[in-house]
């Protein structure tokens, strides 16, 4: 071991701790304490020398002894003795290794040897590979972990876009007045759909709820003007529309529509990626794990105050602000879900959801299909009615959904049996929880038309479902 030599080494004066030997570099406790509590400082007076605490300690002692060992006197032998020595451990060693050879050769056949080194070479298998720059993991399932997940992302990229909301909020100072200000809000969208005249994309209800004006920046950051075609917020989906004209050409040849997986075969633990304008940034990407499924979660909308549940899939990719209305993919680069929320809080990390396409699929493709009425053929039900949300339904042991506090007379509710007290639960097979709600549903279907209502009816002191098909009136 080396010795310091310095001066300096014996100046360690102060200080609490165990201070360093200069002669062999260890910690040395004098176990002398002062009035401060603090350990003495190091001495070289044997008195002192008690305890060490080096990590060469044990190494040196060796050492030392060692050094001061005894060397044994050598027996003389004549070089002939040893050539003889070696001969005959030679001729030992032989025997005994072709004995062992020749018995594990009688006793295990050809054949089975030739399987122990197959079944070797297929549990070897069972590793990651790093023969294609780590971009998929094997495992003794055959099963494909993805690692680098740039190809999907590359392939699927051109058919997200963000949205931005431009909305006006009111505002209420302590003195009772009332100001508006703009508020933008970052939002993500899929390109789902086309015909001749629209791009169709699909996104959240609450990425486009309010909004006085929306844009869509395509993945080439070019921007357009969009508007809503059309939501279903008891699901949280909308439907936003762009004017082809309004795309560059170039833009045109740059974005695509995206692959829609809606067959409902997802597993828990499967992989998946998310992309989104993640804190409106723009376009980003994360990656994880469906941690699991049918997960039933209740949200509010924030312009009505209304609660819903849906049953949504649960994944620990980042789900952040602006991924809402963002693809879920999985590692085709299908679309297998929406972002939609995130559950937060200080104890709440990994915690994703998403609107599975089972869900969302169908809903979308109703909400680009069904075409708005004229105010010709606007319809007419003929009913008052007051919301009952999941407060008002706990409250009173009520279903949630809409109250009949009023039926016209000679109205379409009054012709169709619909009485005052019945709950309005589900309007052309659509959960309605709001009047607003079932008002905007309305706008999709003329006077003239048949639509079934189902409702709640007390009997007995409980609620019994049924359905009414209602001919609708003319709201003119």
């Not at 004098?30 to 605490?53: I, L, V, W």
């Not at 994360?286 to 949200?299: D, F, K, Q, Y």
């Not at 899939?313 to 929406?338: H, Y």
């Not at 299909?369 to 009913?383: D, L, M, P, Q, Y």
Request: glycine share 10%; aromatic share 6%; hydrophobic share 30%.
């Amino acid at each position: 071991m080396d010795n310091y030599t310095n001066d300096n080494q014996n100046t360690y004066e102060s200080g609490n701790g165990y201070p360093v030997d200069p002669n062999n570099n260890s910690y040395h406790y004098t176990g002398t304490e002062n009035s401060a509590n603090t350990y003495s400082a190091y001495t070289n007076t044997a008195s002192n020398q008690d305890r060490y605490y080096s990590p060469y300690e044990r190494r040196t002692a060796e050492q030392g002894s060692q050094k001061h060992r005894e060397k044994k006197p050598k027996k003389e032998h004549g070089f002939g003795v040893t050539i003889a020595k070696c001969a005959c451990l030679a001729a030992v060693f032989g025997l005994v290794a072709g004995g062992v050879f020749g018995g594990v050769n009688y006793l295990i056949p050809e054949k089975a040897q030739e399987i122990a080194v197959e079944e070797t070479k297929e549990s070897a298998l069972a590793t990651t590979s790093n023969s294609d720059n780590n971009t998929t993991a094997t495992t003794a399932g055959g099963s494909i972990i993805a690692t680098d997940v740039s190809d999907i992302v590359e392939d699927a990229m051109p058919a997200i876009v963000a949205i931005t909301n431009m909305s006006e909020v009111q505002y209420q100072t302590w003195f009772g007045q009332t100001y508006s200000q703009e508020n933008d809000y970052a939002g993500s969208g899929i390109i789902v759909s086309e015909n001749d005249d629209y791009l169709y994309i699909a996104t959240n209800n609450h990425v486009v709820e309010g909004a006085k004006t929306l844009t869509v920046q395509f993945c080439d950051e070019n921007t357009v003007a969009a508007e809503v075609k059309g939501t279903s917020p008891s699901n949280d989906l909308a439907v936003v529309q762009v004017k082809k004209d309004d795309i560059e050409d170039d833009t045109k040849k740059a974005i695509k529509i995206a692959k829609i997986n809606d067959n409902g075969e997802e597993k828990v633990g499967e992989p998946v990626i998310a992309i989104g304008n993640a804190l409106g940034y723009g376009q980003s990407v994360t990656s994880g794990i469906i941690s699991a499924l049918n997960r039933e979660v209740t949200a509010q909308d924030n312009s009505t105050g209304e609660t819903y549940a849906n049953t949504l899939t649960q994944t620990d990719a980042s789900i952040n602000p602006g991924n809402s209305g963002g693809a879920l993919l999985n590692v085709k680069g299908e679309v297998i879900g929406i972002n939609s929320s995130k559950m937060g809080g200080d104890y709440v990390d990994g915690v994703g959801f998403a609107i599975p396409m089972t869900t969302a699929a169908p809903i979308i493709n109703e909400l680009i299909t069904r075409e708005k009425v004229s105010e010709e053929k606007a319809a007419f039900i003929g009913i008052n009615g007051i919301d009952v949300d999941e407060s008002v339904s706990q409250n009173y042991n009520m279903p949630t959904g809409i109250c009949v506090v009023k039926v016209y007379e000679g109205s379409a509710a009054e012709k169709a049996g619909i009485q005052k007290g019945d709950i309005i639960t589900k309007f052309d097979g659509h959960d309605v929880d709001s009047m607003e709600e079932m008002q905007e549903l309305l706008q999709y279907h003329a006077a003239g038309s048949k639509v079934t209502f189902t409702i709640c009816r007390a009997d007995n002191g409980e609620y019994v479902e049924q359905e009414i098909e209602v001919t609708l009136g003319s709201k003119n």
